[in-house]
Antibody
Framework: QVTLRESGPALVKPTQTLTLTCTFS??????????VTWIRQPPGKALEWLAR???????YYSASLRTRLTISKDTSKNQVVLTMMNMDPMDTGTYYC????????????WGQGTPVTVSS | QSVLTQPPSVSGAPGQRVTISCTGS?????????VHWYRQLPGTAPKVFIY???SRPSGVPDRVSGSKAGSSGALAITGLQADDEGDYYC???????????FGGGTKVTVL
């Protein structure tokens, strides 16, 4: 059974750096074709794709957020970490990680999400 | 502004058919990339509803169908029921942006 779970702070201050961890089980990020991706959703708004890391260490970022994001993986711990610099109240929302299958780019299993509020 | 375009809302009476369109371009759906659909209920994470244009995960009833033609995809629900309400998102891949792309979401309401 494939599961993913996000963890991180619920509250960050403006200008701070957010660090979120996605801990997964049921698959390996060393397996060809496996990828983990991050998505966020502001309250009442649509899904927004953020970043992705692949089994072969390739990294991809949203063009609009590229300068603020870093994604990394620790295959020994089955974790993917997303950092977002210079947080702003507009970054408030729920952050999800999901497994992505490289062949068709489907996000087939999602974590439950973790809410993040940016406020002083 | 989402890369894929969906109607903000659709509605129908119980038993009717509703269709949600998802319009892209020749750098995503029109380039041959698959269309996937997710359903999101309030306060929960999205779940795959249709994948690879027209495939249903186990548990999704056969009155739900997906299709793709040209640069657009569509999700159809027949025999509409009250528990079909929710938010539905389409998703594909864009080779110009090199990124996953989503539609803006469609709220389905059963009248």
């Amino acid at each position: 059974q494939v599961t993913l779970r996000e963890s991180g702070p619920a509250l960050v201050k403006p200008t701070q750096t957010l660090t979120l961890t996605c801990t997964f089980s049921g698959f390996s990020l060393t397996t060809t074709g496996m990828c983990v991706t991050w998505i966020r959703q502001p309250p009442g708004k649509a899904l927004e794709w953020l970043a992705r890391i692949d089994w072969d260490d390739d990294e991809y970022y949203s063009a609009s957020l590229r300068t603020r994001l870093t994604i990394s993986k620790d295959t020994s711990k089955n974790q993917v970490v997303l950092t977002m610099m210079n947080m702003d109240p507009m970054d408030t929302g729920t952050y999800y990680c999901a497994r992505l299958t490289h062949s068709t780019h489907v996000l087939d299993v999602w974590g439950q999400g973790t809410p993040v509020t940016v406020s002083s | 502004q989402s890369v894929l375009t969906q109607p903000p809302s659709v509605s129908g009476a119980p038993g009717q058919r509703v269709t949600i369109s998802c319009t892209g371009s020749n750098s995503n759906i029109g380039a041959g990339y698959a269309v996937h659909w997710y359903r999101q209920l309030p306060g929960t994470a999205p779940k795959v509803f249709i994948y690879d244009n027209d495939s249903r995960p186990s548990g999704v009833p056969d009155r739900v169908s997906g299709s793709k033609a040209g640069s657009s995809g569509a999700l159809a629900i027949t025999g509409l029921q009250a528990d079909d309400e929710g938010d539905y998102y389409c998703q594909s891949y864009d080779n110009s942006l090199r990124s996953v792309v989503f539609g803006g979401g469609t709220k389905v309401t059963v009248l």
